[in-house]
């Protein structure tokens, strides 16, 4: 199924990501950029929740669905974390821990997958909440002024970042854990 209308939605979501690194580079004022880079991450974000109802509700669930989701995802997120940190807005070491837990996850799970294990590192909800801080996070640090006129995006979404932060090290830890018998056995 690698047409369907909710992987069109996560296609969509990759083929959108140039363009909400690109608004920085765009001759337009820092509020301006701040402001299209924020809505374009909130609209590719939605598309996530979207592309699974869809997938759902239309019957349309794949396989190949289900591992170009998490993969937009995280491109989505890298991507937004570099240009962020490109921009003084977030930390090296927050932006290493969080890119660096996606890549060891991602392996850990492929090679889960090769030895017949994968359900040892199945989602969690550590891992959703992880991604839920995350997606709230970068928004604010995207926007980095005052929304509605009282909320300072900047410290809650630092705020928000590190919480992430604290989430992505914890899952990773439970997944590793989780595998930790397979990889015991795999290893004898």
């Known amino acids: 199924m690698f047409f369907t209308l909710p992987t069109l939605f996560t296609w969509a979501r990759i083929v ?30 939605l598309t996530d929740w979207l592309d699974g109802y869809l997938a759902r509700k239309l019957n349309q669930t794949s396989a ?38 996606e890549i060891a996850i991602s392996a850990l799970r492929e090679w889960m997958a090769q030895i017949g294990a994968s359900g040892s590192v199945a989602v969690h909800m550590v891992g959703k909440l992880k991604t839920m801080a995350q997606m709230i996070a970068i928004p604010f640090l995207l926007f980095d002024g005052v929304l509605f ?28 854990q989780k595998a930790l018998p397979e990889i015991r056995a795999k290893a004898r």
């Open 16 to 45: 959108a990501i140039p363009l909400v690194v690109g608004v920085f580079y765009l001759d337009l004022s820092k509020d301006s950029q701040n402001f299209f880079a924020t809505a374009l991450f909130i609209l590719v974000a």
């Open 64 to 101: 190949f669905g289900a591992f170009l989701d998490p993969v937009a995802d995280k491109m989505l997120v890298c991507a937004a974390l570099l240009i962020l940190l490109e921009l003084g807005r977030v930390n090296a070491l927050v932006a290493l821990v969080i890119i660096g837990r």
């Open 149 to 176: 006129g009282v909320l300072p995006t900047r410290p809650w979404g630092t705020w928000l970042l590190l919480a992430a932060v604290v989430l992505t090290i914890w899952s990773m830890v439970y997944y590793l």
